[in-house]
């Protein structure tokens, strides 16, 4: 059997948070508590052919839940935690961008799309951006559409409109 999945739920100012992590690090970041979150994990566990036990272990989190509650609180700009991002290699490389783009500020889809080298890719810079399993800690909420516009984001337009507004972007 595989190490166990390990999960917290905590509470931050756009709801409760559920975070997941693999024995590499933190893997995922879910908008919602984990009775809402726990088919969705389910499901990215088959996806991986993972046949794992899903434990609760608030104490695996300390790190991580102080550094999102410091971010809430205007008091940290960028994350230092250990991560297990399971994705593409296409979708790692955005994400990569994305931990670029500098707090308080955002890019358009493609801007991230030339930096990546593909300037045509602005729909699949989208979907990869929909995919990023660490919104927050990977600031996918700093990518707008060209003419400006707050569209396209996994938690809801409420909900990237009030990391940008925290950020003051």
């Not at 190490?3 to 690090?25: R, W, Y």
């Not at 919602?32 to 794992?52: H, L, Q, S, V, Y």
């Not at 660490?134 to 990237?160: D, F, M, Q, T």
Request: glycine fraction near 8%; include cysteine; proline fraction near 5%.
């Amino acid at each position: 059997m595989e190490e166990p999945l390990l999960f917290t739920e905590m509470e931050s100012p756009i709801g409760t948070l559920t975070l997941v992590a693999t024995d590499k690090g933190l893997s995922q970041l879910l908008f919602g508590d984990f009775n809402e979150t726990g088919a969705k994990i389910r499901t990215w566990m088959a996806k991986r052919n993972m046949r794992r036990e899903i434990i609760r272990d608030d104490a695996y989190f300390t790190e991580a839940t102080k550094q999102l509650q410091e971010y809430f609180h205007g008091e940290r700009q960028a994350f230092n935690l250990p991560v297990d991002m399971q994705g593409t290699s296409f979708q790692k490389s955005v994400w990569e961008v994305l931990q670029r783009i500098p707090y308080g500020e955002t890019q358009s889809y493609k801007q991230v799309a030339v930096a990546i080298h593909s300037p045509k890719a602005v729909r699949a810079i989208g979907s990869a951006n929909n995919k990023n399993p660490l919104p927050i800690i990977v600031p996918c909420h700093r990518v707008i559409g060209s003419n400006g516009a707050i569209v396209g984001y996994g938690g809801g337009i409420e909900k990237k409109k009030k990391l940008l507004e925290l950020e003051g972007a």
